[in-house]
């Protein structure tokens, strides 16, 4: 029986990259065939493409070579770039990035929901392009990826990794020798627990069979000069995990609140499980204009603090309070806007569907003093109801918050049928902050437009609009 043949690749030689396309992809074109490229491309650049996917109107491929390259281009400063899939832009020009920034806020208003607005306000970048990322999340395994550099060295390869995981692939963990998102002690802190159950020679996990003791750590730092650390455990082996704790005190005196986990599940998320805790305080604490907010093991914040301040300053200055306002904070997570805002508003009744969450909101408004706060945990659908409304009153203003899906149809029934003059949408998905909008139309103008970046090197920004009750 003859065996099939495999159809060689096909590859596209001398493609010119146009413009940077959705999910941090570029694109090109083929004899009038629009070539979704992958890979460490930028606009500008003659590559050789393999394509991997095609469709009636597209092609999808990856980046083999590049044969010019474009005056867009900058020098990564990670050893990592180009394997680990968290920094995809590191080689484009950060003004570059945020050109793209803008462009993909003006596109999902005006190409997919066609709305009008007033223009977009340029893009406010961040301050730090690295070491802005309060929270990281390392992996520890035995299943390493292994660079081709690596392979083709023809050493003995060690198995063990701590690092992050290999874009689309579970199973695989990049080892992960400086991460420059997160400011220090973070990779100090890291490489300690691996090299200290390295000498112990303590079993990894393994991603494959879901065995394995040392298993990951979340770092979370915090503006205040505050450190959380949360060691997960895949086994409870309490000798092992005291002696490492004792150690982790010891080496870094800083850290202000330490953890444990221990879990069983085939996944890594705790939110679930029972957080031990065993030294410092039990929380570390954010501030922001005065106000001190407590971020616990599993309690919601912004990722890059010093945005966050910016971003809710401006949602602030949209929602235009004189001081006797009834304010909604909707999908409120732990509170933050709801107490920012607090204080120019006569009451702020923030909804959150995470009941851990609303207590948390409930904790950050009892020790900064504010008192005219009220939160409910709950489907925001289900709790956006007419006897809600009776019980708390309508709003005068709405500032809302949803994750990347944007809102439900039905919460944006919801919000029309309360009415408020004034709606703030902060997002961080432009394509479903504009379908929501474009169902809030009829009723409501768009007076400001406002983009925001978070999270500097990847495709994804963050956009407040102001929307306005359109007069009878």
């Not at 597209?58 to 920094?87: D, I, K, M, W």
């Not at 997960?232 to 005291?242: L, S, T, V």
Request: aromatic share 10%.
């Amino acid at each position: 029986m003859r065996k099939k043949q495999q159809k060689a690749p096909v590859i596209l030689e001398n493609l010119r990259v146009e413009d940077f396309a959705a999910e941090g992809k570029c694109l090109a074109r083929n004899d009038g065939q629009v070539i979704f490229i992958e890979g460490e491309v930028a606009p500008g650049d003659l590559v050789d493409v393999r394509i991997y996917k095609t469709k009636s109107s597209f092609r999808e491929g990856r980046a083999v070579a590049v044969r010019e390259y474009s005056n867009l281009r900058q020098t990564p400063r990670c050893q990592h770039f180009g394997t680990c899939g968290g920094c995809k832009w590191q080689h484009v020009q950060y003004e570059t990035q945020l050109d793209f920034k803008t462009r993909q806020v003006r596109d999902s208003l005006e190409r997919l929901a066609k709305i009008p607005h007033p223009g977009i306000r340029p893009i406010i970048g961040s301050a730090h392009e690295y070491g802005y990322r309060n929270k990281l999340e390392f992996t520890f395994s035995t299943n390493r990826w292994y660079t081709d550099a690596e392979i083709a060295s023809g050493e003995t390869l060690e198995r063990r990794a701590a690092g992050f995981h290999i874009p689309k692939r579970f199973d695989r963990i990049l080892d992960i020798m400086q991460c420059h998102l997160q400011p220090e002690p973070s990779n100090a802190i890291r490489l300690s627990i691996k090299h200290y159950a390295e000498e112990r020679d303590w079993a990894f996990y393994d991603l494959i069979k879901h065995e394995g003791f040392v298993r990951n750590v979340v770092i979370r730092t915090a503006s205040t000069g505050q450190v959380m650390v949360i060691v997960q455990f895949g086994q409870p082996d309490w000798e092992k995990i005291d002696e490492l704790m004792r150690f982790l005190q010891e080496r870094f005196p800083t850290i202000s609140s330490l953890h444990v986990v221990v879990n069983q599940k085939v996944n890594d998320t705790f939110q679930d499980q029972d957080i031990i805790h065993i030294a410092g305080t039990p929380y570390i604490e954010e501030s922001m204009e005065g106000l001190i907010f407590r971020v616990g093991p599993k309690s919601f914040y912004q990722t890059n603090s010093e945005q966050a301040y910016v971003l809710y300053k401006i949602a602030r200055d949209f929602a235009q309070l004189k001081g006797d306002e009834l304010v909604y904070d909707l999908y409120t997570g732990t509170g933050t806007i709801a107490n920012f805002v607090a204080h120019q508003a006569r009451k702020v009744v923030g909804i959150e569907y995470v009941p851990s969450a609303v207590e948390d909101a409930k904790i950050n408004s009892e020790i900064n003093g504010v008192a005219n706060t009220s939160f409910y945990a709950g489907d925001m659908k289900k709790l956006l109801k007419p006897d809600f409304f009776a019980e708390h009153g309508k709003p005068d203003v709405i500032i809302t918050d949803p994750p990347r899906a944007g809102m439900d149809a039905d919460v944006v029934e919801a919000i029309l049928e309360a009415a408020p003059q004034r709606i703030v949408y902060v997002s961080c998905n432009p394509a479903t902050q504009a379908r929501d909008v474009a169902l809030m139309a009829e009723h409501y103008e768009v007076k400001a437009v406002q983009p925001v970046d978070m999270f500097p090197h990847t495709h994804h920004v963050e956009n407040v609009m102001w929307l306005e009750k359109k007069s009878v």
